[in-house]
């Protein structure tokens, strides 16, 4: 399988500040990788598809200028959460087609934690 | 809305025994599906995929398909303790906005005992 990494893999931060994660993929060129949510206990939730050297696209109900998704190379994509708030504090998990674009993996995720 | 729906169970199976996975779809045009295992406070690992009905099998697991019932099913022979996680169930998206994306179900949880 493909291999797609996350940093960081934990952060906490204060309530206001921005946090950007950054999403790689190892092996491989990924011109679209995938941003998910997850809450404690709940299924992942698309957030947004990123896709390089474009805009991304986000799903219903998630605010694109709160969660700033850029797209700049084949390996790597980042993911800002401004102006961070307590209910923003989640497991943000990365993911991207590998050489068999139907087949999507996961980066090992970020568990943001905003205090 | 395309759904995924799961038993969130949690299913409790003997060491050694056969665990049963179902998954139900709402989408017909759907042609690829995915069974992922995460463990507690890790991210998911894809373990089978598959886009044609009938059986595939990879190792102990063995993935089944019948698009006509919009049904996809995951067993797990020889079942181990290591087995023990949730097990998400995906759909992607065959068409409109929902083309090239991940459908998942609200996962089982799956517990196999010594």
């Known amino acids: 399988g493909a291999v797609v990494s996350q940093h960081p893999s934990r952060v906490i931060c204060k309530s206001g500040t921005s946090v950007k994660i950054e999403c790689r993929s190892l092996?491989?060129?990924?011109?679209?990788m995938f941003w998910y949510r997850q809450f404690p206990k709940q299924s992942l939730m698309l957030m947004a598809t990123?896709?390089?050297?474009?805009?991304?696209?986000?799903e219903q109900g998630v605010e694109k200028d709160k969660f700033l998704i850029n797209h700049a190379s084949l390996t790597l994509s980042t993911l800002t959460v401004t102006s961070a708030h307590p209910e923003d504090s989640s497991f943000y998990i990365c993911?991207?087609?590998?050489?068999?674009?139907?087949?999507?993996?996961f980066g090992p995720g970020t568990r943001l934690t905003v205090t | 809305q395309k759904e995924v729906e799961q038993n969130s169970g949690p299913l409790s199976v003997p060491e050694g025994a056969i665990a049963s996975l179902n998954c139900t779809y709402s989408?017909?045009?759907?042609?690829?599906f995915f069974w992922y295992r995460q463990y507690s406070g890790k991210s998911p690992e894809l373990i089978m995929s598959i886009y044609s009905n009938g059986d595939k099998e990879d190792g102990r697991f063995t993935a089944q398909l019948n698009k006509a019932s919009q049904y996809v099913s995951l067993l797990i022979r020889d079942s181990q303790p290591s087995d023990s996680a949730t097990y998400l169930c995906?759909?992607?998206?065959?068409?409109?906005?929902?083309?090239?994306?991940?459908?998942f179900g609200q996962g089982t949880i799956l517990t196999v005992h010594p």
């Open positions: 092996d491989f060129q990924a011109t679209t």
């Open positions: 993911s991207a087609n590998g050489q068999i674009s139907y087949e999507q993996y």
């Open positions: 989408d017909r045009v759907s042609q690829s």
């Open positions: 990123s896709n390089e050297g474009s805009k991304a696209t986000y």
């Open positions: 995906a759909v992607k998206g065959a068409g409109g906005t929902s083309y090239g994306k991940l459908t």
